[in-house]
Nanobody
């Protein structure tokens, strides 16, 4: 099973930007679906954004126009660029890969938006 390792995240002031990265231990096929999800305590994990193997993207309404998901096939990495961050974006962010009928999750990276 492919291992996913997230990096980035941390503390940022409202209105600031952060970039998350998710590197896969193995190759990511063109038929794969990668995504970012987030979770706050006592709430279900929610979709943030996904990207297909051919580059089609999908965003949750709260992040549309502020977040951008992208992927680098040569580095087996997916990115989440987060701009105009708001306190309500505070959460643990998880990377997810769906490939060949299997699902893999990263361990999560906390993002805190606070002044």
């Amino acid at each position: 099973q492919v291992q996913l390792v997230e990096s980035g995240g941390g503390l940022v002031q409202p209105g600031g930007s952060l970039r998350l990265s998710c590197a896969a231990s193995g190759s990511i096929g063109r038929s794969s679906l990668m995504g970012w999800y987030r979770q706050v305590p006592e709430k279900q994990r929610e979709l943030v954004a996904t990207i297909t193997g051919d580059g089609r993207t999908n965003y949750a309404d709260p992040v549309k126009g502020r977040f951008t998901i992208s992927r680098d096939y040569t580095k087996n990495t997916v990115f989440l660029q987060m701009n105009s961050l708001k306190p309500e974006d505070t959460a643990v962010y998880y990377c997810k890969l769906n490939q060949y009928g299997m699902e893999s999750w990263g361990t999560g990276k906390p993002v805190t938006v606070s002044s």
